[in-house]
C-alpha cells in the first residue's frame, strides 16, 4: 500500500515547485515589458542616425568613398560573436544558439577560412572554454536588459580586430526574437559595412500586452519618413569626415538591437519554460491527489474491514 504521507509530502514539494516557477514566469514578463520599452526608448536616437545616412548616402556615392568600415578583403579569418544569456532555464535558448555557431565554423573550416570566437554570457563560455577552440574575448556578467554602454564595449572590440586586420569579417549569431514561443537563430555580417545594408526599411517592433489573463506579444510596423536634406546643404565637414564618424554609431546601433532581440528571445523563452513547468506542476499535482485518494480510501476500507472482522470473531 503506498505511504500516504510519503504522498502527501511529495504534492507539497510539488506546490512548493510551482510557486517558484510562477514567479520566475511573472518576473520573465516584467524584464520583456522593461526590454519593450529600453527598444522604444532607443529608437528617437537610430531613426536620426539612419535619417542622417539615408542623406549622406544620397549625397555620396558610397562605392567610391575609400572608408575603412567598407573596406572588402580577402577573407582568411572570420570573427565569430555568440550572444547567449549568462543563465539558465530557459528552455533550447542557449544551446540552440551555440548549436548554430558551431555549424557555422565547420562551414568556415571546409572554406579553408580561420576563425576566432568573441563570446557573450557565461553559457557560451562555460561551453567553448571546455573544447579546443580559438577564442578571442569574452563578456560576461551583462546587464539582463542590455545598455548602449555594453554595446559601445564590445563593438570597440569588434572595431579594433577588424581595423588592426586581425579577421578579415565579423560575423553574429544571436537569437531573433519572434514571438514568446518561437525564436530563431540567425547570422548577420556585422564588419564589414555594405552600402546595401544602410538602405532604410520597415523596422517592428513588438508590444508585450495581456489578454484574457494570459500573454501575448504585438508586432507592429514601423515605417520612419526620412526627411531630405536640401540639395544646397553645405556641410562643415566633408561628408566623408561626417560618414567615418557616425558609421561607428551605426554600428554600435545595429549591435545593440541585436542585444535587445538577444535578451527578449531568452526572457521569452525562460517564460515559456516556466510556465510549462507549471503546468506540469498541476499535472503532476493532480495525479498525486488521485493517487493520495486512492491510497487513503484502500486504507479506510482495510480499516472498516479489520473492524468487521473483529466484530465478527466476538
Given amino acids: 500500500m503506498p505511504n500516504l504521507k510519503a504522498i502527501r509530502d511529495r504534492i507539497s514539494s510539488v506546490k512548493n515547485t510551482k510557486k517558484i516557477t510562477e514567479a520566475m514566469r511573472l518576473v520573465a514578463a516584467a524584464k520583456v515589458r522593461r526590454a519593450q520599452e529600453q527598444v522604444n526608448s532607443t529608437r528617437p536616437f537610430a531613426d536620426s542616425l539612419a535619417e542622417v545616412l539615408y542623406n549622406l548616402k544620397d549625397r555620396l556615392r558610397f562605392e567610391d568613398v575609400d572608408l575603412p568600415l567598407f573596406e572588402q578583403r580577402e577573407v582568411s579569418k572570420v570573427a565569430l560573436l555568440v550572444i547567449t544569456g ?20 565547420k562551414e568556415l573550416q571546409k572554406e579553408g577560412v580561420e576563425y576566432t570566437y568573441v563570446l557573450i554570457g ?7 572554454r571546455r573544447r579546443n577552440v580559438p577564442i578571442n574575448k569574452t563578456f560576461v556578467n551583462l546587464e539582463q536588459i542590455p545598455t548602449a554602454a555594453e554595446a559601445s564595449s564590445v563593438a570597440d572590440e569588434l572595431l579594433s580586430l577588424f581595423l588592426s586586420e ?13 514571438s514568446l514561443i518561437s525564436s530563431r537563430p540567425v547570422i548577420q555580417t556585422l564588419l564589414p559595412l555594405t552600402p546595401q ?3 532604410v526599411k520597415d523596422d517592428e517592433i513588438f508590444r508585450l500586452t495581456t489578454r484574457g489573463g494570459e500573454f501575448n506579444v504585438e508586432r507592429e510596423k514601423v515605417s520612419s519618413e526620412m526627411q531630405t536634406f536640401p540639395r544646397d546643404t553645405i556641410f562643415e565637414q566633408d561628408p566623408v569626415q561626417i560618414l567615418d564618424s557616425l558609421l561607428p554609431l551605426y554600428l554600435n546601433n545595429q549591435l545593440l538591437r541585436s542585444l535587445q532581440e538577444a535578451a527578449a528571445s531568452e526572457l521569452a523563452a525562460r517564460m515559456t519554460a516556466m510556465n510549462n513547468a507549471s503546468d506540469n506542476a498541476t499535472e503532476l499535482m493532480k495525479d498525486l491527489t488521485l493517487s493520495y485518494n486512492k491510497a487513503r480510501q484502500a486504507a479506510i476500507t482495510q480499516e472498516i474491514l479489520e473492524v468487521v472482522s473483529g466484530a465478527e470473531a466476538l
Avoid at 549568462?86 to 557555422?104: H, K, M, P, S, T
Fill in 86 to 105: 549568462d543563465r539558465g532555464l530557459c528552455g533550447g535558448y542557449n544551446a540552440n544558439v551555440i548549436r548554430r555557431a558551431e555549424q557555422r565554423a
Fill in 122 to 128: 557565461r553559457k557560451a563560455v562555460q561551453h567553448f
Fill in 166 to 178: 586581425t579577421v578579415d569579417r565579423v560575423e553574429l549569431v544571436y537569437t531573433k526574437f519572434v
Fill in 197 to 199: 545594408g544602410l538602405e
